[in-house]
Structure formats: C-alpha cells, structure tokens
C-alpha cells in the first residue's frame, strides 16, 4: 500500500483500471492537508495476482479488502474512481464499519438494461469485440526510449486533451517503468486493462441500498460512463446520497478536474463531520 503521507483521519483511494495511484497525485496532495492518505495497488500492480485467476472483479475485491484489514481500517473514509469507487462500495457492503463515509468518482453503474446488454454480449463470447475501450487497449504502444517521449506521444491523444500538463506527467511518471533492454515500458501491461474491462463491471444495484456511510457521487459532466438513468436508478435506491457534477470533464474527472474534485470531496467530507468546508464550484447532478 501506498503511503502519500498527511495530516488527520486516515483516508483510502482506490484507482481505475489502467491508472496507477501515483497518477492521482494531483489530486491527493490536495487531500493530505487534511486526510492521511493511503492507496493500494490494485490487479497488475501487485506481484500477489496472476492474470489467469482473474475471471470476474470479485479477486479485485478480495485483494483490496485484505489489503485493508491488514491496515486494521475501521471508520477510514472510502475513495474511489472508476473500477475503484465499484471495488470499495463492495467492500463497504461487506464491511459496513470500515468507513465513516464513502466518496464514488464515476462508479461504474450501468443502468440494468446496459447491464442485460453486456451480460448478452459476455455470454456470445461477443465482450471484447464490442466492449469500446478494449480495442485501443490492444494497440496501446507499450515500448517508449523514455518517459518525456512518452510525455510527447500522449500530449497528442485525445482522451488526454483535458488533463494539463502537470496532471500528464504524473500520469506518465506512475505509468512507466524501466524496460529489460532500455527505456521504458507500461506498469500497466494492456492484457491487464483489457481483462478488467472484459469481467466486468459488477451489478451492485440489488446491493447498494444496504450502505451504511454517507455518499457522495461525483459525476463528470460530459461522462459516458455514469449516465443519466443510471443517476436517475441511484437517487431512488440511495435517497440520502450526495450526487455533484464536475463541468467540463469526463469519465476522467479527477485527473482532469483534481482541485475541483478535491473541492466536492473536502466540502462533503467536512459538512459529515459538521464542520464548515469550502464552498463549492460543481453543480448537482441533472440526472
């Protein structure tokens, strides 16, 4: 587990599939004033689990949950973006004193009927031929001479055209990794990527009712993840929990938008604890 140091009631984030923790740096050095903030490498980030045993998210699951028991976790607050805001809501059902509150940055919740879609196209052996994300995956070029030509060929890609410079770059350092025969090559091999993306996502729909801690969603506004009728299902299913929408950002949220993001979460996190926190800049969810 990573250790990116702080002040006050332990906090721990979970990353998305493909993102390191130390990609998020942006965002959690924004945290540390005032949470000590701890993240757990998760699937090809940890010498523990093979690709081979990866059949759904549920060893996912089980890997971040050791790795919290094993940190004696009770009454931490819970982040999480992507694959990890999915993984720790399941360890919150099945843990419901681990955290005092719980902060979901793009949760995958497929509505049910995207969900029947996908389970279709798993079940026709049809999942990575249609699933968008795994193509480019496949061809993701995974040898650079170093990490500032890495910088260059992903300053150029348009998934990262929101995310400055800075944001990039802590993205670039947490990805590479010094290659057998020079330069650098991915942490985050594609095979991994691709098998996450292909196993899930969970259906927490039938489960999420029973979370203990308060909730906060944080949606990007331009997202293609969490959509509206999935926002829609979550308002009726988690009544009492927080939705806020981050404007011009997209599933990437808290590499785009980290001081916005960062700014939701303090604001959610303090006003649980009845302090006063800052004012914020996003906007509910129109859902």
Do not use: C
């Not at 029947?116 to 193509?135: D, E, K, T």
């Amino acid at each position: 587990m990573i250790d990116f140091g702080g002040a006050g009631p332990p906090l721990h984030f979970a990353h998305a599939n493909g993102y390191p923790p130390e990609a998020y740096a942006p965002l959690l050095t924004r945290l540390t004033p005032h949470y000590h903030v701890r993240a757990a490498r998760l699937g090809p980030l940890r010498s523990s689990r093979n690709l081979a045993s990866l059949k759904s998210w549920q060893p996912l699951v089980d890997d971040l949950e050791a790795d919290l028991l094993a940190q004696g976790a009770q009454g931490w607050v819970g982040v999480g973006h992507s694959l990890g805001a999915m993984l720790t809501t399941t360890v919150a059902l099945r843990w419901p004193d681990m955290f005092s509150a719980l902060v979901l940055i793009e949760p995958v919740l497929l509505s049910l009927r995207l969900l029947s879609v996908w389970n279709l196209l798993r079940w026709a052996g049809l999942a990575r031929a249609a699933h968008p994300l795994i193509p480019g995956a496949l061809r993701r070029r995974r040898h650079f001479a170093g990490a500032d030509e890495m910088f260059t060929r992903y300053r150029q890609a348009p998934i990262f055209g929101r995310i400055d410079d800075a944001g990039l770059r802590a993205y670039v350092d947490a990805l590479a990794q010094p290659a057998p025969g020079g330069g650098v090559t991915l942490s985050y091999p594609p095979e991994w990527e691709v098998a996450i993306y292909a196993t899930g996502p969970m259906n927490l729909w039938g489960r999420l009712g029973r979370l203990k801690p308060p909730v906060l969603v944080v949606r990007g506004q331009e997202t293609d993840t969490l959509r509206p009728a999935a926002v829609r299902r979550l308002r009726r299913t988690l009544p009492n929990a927080h939705v806020v929408e981050v404007p011009h950002t997209g599933h990437l949220a808290p590499l785009e938008a980290p001081a916005a993001v960062a700014e939701a979460t303090l604001t959610f996190l303090k006003d649980k604890q009845g302090q006063p926190g800052p004012r914020i800049s996003t906007h509910g969810a129109k859902g």
